[in-house]
Every structure is written in structure tokens, then in C-alpha cells.
């Protein structure tokens, strides 16, 4: 049975920590880096922070939209849902690959935008980390157990759960090998990721 209580204390407290950090830190940085004199300045600098902010929202409403409703690991549901016959052969459908590349695409920004917070402040990194794991808690328990109710093997729901989650630290890698050379080099670009991260942040935990 779902322990709603866990459900809504885990994603609310990891909610909570991700709108924090998005607002008081990474968006007031990248703010910060894009008002400078010698960037955009005040004015062109705070509508290319908010602009940004916008566009990191976009990007994971159009791959919420991309993502079926069925495969998408934002979709918290009820184990009791899952529990029907037409569900499984539902699911037994859709199952395999096309699922497990649906979950890393939504899970790729969550893996960049830890590796670009950790960049600006490992202290700040370790804060979103912290909250993203403890959002992929009920989140790994929303891709595992349709699975397993599809197949009736445990093992493939535990595998293609763990799969959505090396997303991340993909994620995490290309941000490393193509934008950190161009991050340590233009403060503009700097700028306009941490306010799209923000924008990932938020929008995930809404």
C-alpha cells in the first residue's frame, strides 16, 4: 500500500529545499554575474536572468510533454492505481527500451543542474544533491513498481528504476566535458545556465 504520509513529506521537503536554493541562490548568482558593468548590465542583465529562468521552465514542460503520461516518473500515483489487469497489459506494451530512454530524457536536466549548482558552490552542489536523492526516492518507487506490476519481475523494476537514475550523473558528465570549458571562459554563459538551472529546479518541484 502507499505510504502517502512518506509520499508528501518526501517530495514536499525536497520541493522545499530545491524553491529555496533556486530563488536565494542560483538565481540571485546568475543575476548577479549577468547585471555586472561589464556583462549586460542592471537592466539587460535582470531580463536575460528572468528570460533564462523561463526558458530552463520551457525546456521541462516540453519534455513533460514529450514523455507519456504512463512513463513519466513525475507522475506520482498510487500503488492501489496500479493494481488492474489492463494496467499491466498497458504497461507490458510500452515496456523496454522506449521506457527506459522516456525517464533518462526527463532525469538528464535534474544531473546538470547539480554539476552546474556544485560548480558555483560545492556547499550549494551538496544542498541539491541532498534534495534531488530524496525526491528520487517516491520517484523511483513511481517508475519500479508499474514495472513491476507489467512483468511480475522484481528484478526489472529494480534495474529500469536504477537506469532512470544513472540519467543524473550523465547528465552530470556532459556537463562536464562540453560546458565546463565554456563556462570557465565566458561569465555570460555561466550566467544563463545557473538561471536555467533555476528554472529546471523550479519547475520540477511544482
Known amino acids: 500500500k502507499t505510504n502517502t504520509k512518506f509520499l508528501s513529506l518526501a517530495l514536499g521537503f525536497s520541493a522545499g529545499v530545491m524553491i529555496y536554493v533556486s530563488f536565494v541562490e542560483i538565481f540571485f548568482k546568475a543575476k548577479t554575474i549577468l547585471a555586472a558593468d561589464h556583462v549586460y548590465g542592471a537592466r539587460l542583465g535582470t531580463w536575460v ?39 499491466k497489459n498497458r504497461r507490458l506494451a510500452r515496456m523496454g527500451i522506449m521506457t527506459a530512454i522516456a525517464i533518462a530524457i526527463h532525469n538528464f536536466p535534474e544531473g546538470l543542474a547539480t554539476f552546474a549548482a556544485a560548480i558555483s558552490d560545492p556547499s550549494l552542489g551538496i544542498a541539491i544533491a541532498a534534495a534531488i536523492a530524496i525526491h528520487n526516492i517516491p520517484e523511483g518507487i513511481a517508475v519500479s513498481v508499474p514495472v ?11 534495474w529500469l528504476s536504477f537506469s532512470s537514475g544513472l540519467a543524473e550523473p550523465m547528465g552530470a558528465l556532459i556537463g562536464f566535458l562540453i560546458l565546463m570549458p565554456f563556462m570557465e571562459e565566458s561569465k555570460i554563459l555561466m550566467g544563463i545556465i545557473f538561471a536555467v538551472v533555476a528554472g529546471i529546479m523550479v519547475f520540477i518541484s511544482f
Open 148 to 158: 513491476y506490476y507489467a512483468t511480475g519481475s522484481r528484478k526489472k523494476a529494480f
Open 49 to 87: 536572468t528572468v528570460l533564462s529562468f523561463f526558458g530552463g521552465m520551457a525546456l521541462m514542460a516540453i519534455i513533460d510533454k514529450l514523455v507519456p503520461k504512463g512513463d513519466n516518473p513525475h507522475e506520482m500515483r498510487k500503488v492501489e492505481e496500479l493494481d488492474s489487469d489492463n494496467h
